[in-house]
């Protein structure tokens, strides 16, 4: 991986904390605004809050870190870094980053943190890559990724649909070198700390 200084720091930015049972609400309505989106979203429906337990506990269960951004004592962002979704064994060691910031927010460099944060936290967990899948037309995640150093790894042209157009799909990929590892946690750990927010 080449270093930079955005994808070089130890530490997790000011703000970045682990998520509460308290947050969902809050994470709920900004995935929402993402989906209702229309266009930059994998997900065209808004989700309920039941849902929404639903999704994080699942990704609790496997021990994936999910945090939240607060500024001015409100959450306007959050990120989960869970398990890459093809290959679950063979690519066990590499995460796929999903980040979610509140409409208001976009632009205003809250989502570079939160990429931020997914290195450190991928190190921390034990992850060797991170990827991204990102909607060929969401120039603001794509400059984020590449800011993280992220390259291009694929595409997959007009596979997401959005009423009566089509958009490509392009995945980015950031290798995390062993000499850049922080220890990792052990999975029992990592999914007893994790359980214990549910």
């Known amino acids: 991986m080449t270093s930079n200084r955005l994808n070089s720091r130890p530490d997790l930015p000011r703000g970045v904390r682990r998520y509460t049972q308290d947050d969902l609400p809050t994470m709920t309505d900004i995935f929402n605004e993402s989906a209702l989106g229309g266009t930059s979203s994998p997900v065209l429906r808004a989700f309920s809050l039941k849902e929404m337990t639903f999704f994080i506990e699942c990704f609790v269960k496997e021990g994936d870190p999910i945090y939240v951004l607060e500024r001015a004592g409100e959450v306007v962002a959050w990120l989960i870094v869970n398990r890459f979704s093809w290959g679950a064994q063979a690519c066990r060691l590499t995460g796929e980053v999903s980040i979610y910031v509140r409409h208001d927010h976009i632009g205003s460099g809250v989502g570079i943190r939160l990429g931020q944060a997914a ?45 009566d157009s089509r958009a490509d799909v392009v995945l980015y990929g950031l290798h995390l070198a062993p000499a850049d590892m922080a220890p990792t946690l052990p999975s029992t750990h990592r999914r007893n700390t994790e359980a214990s927010l549910a």
């Open 119 to 163: 290195v450190i936290l991928a190190r921390q967990y034990g992850f060797e890559t991170l990827v991204a899948w990102i909607i060929e037309h969401n120039e603001a995640s794509k400059r984020g990724v590449q800011g993280l150093g992220a390259t291009q790894w694929g595409r997959f042209p007009g596979i997401a649909r959005f009423a």
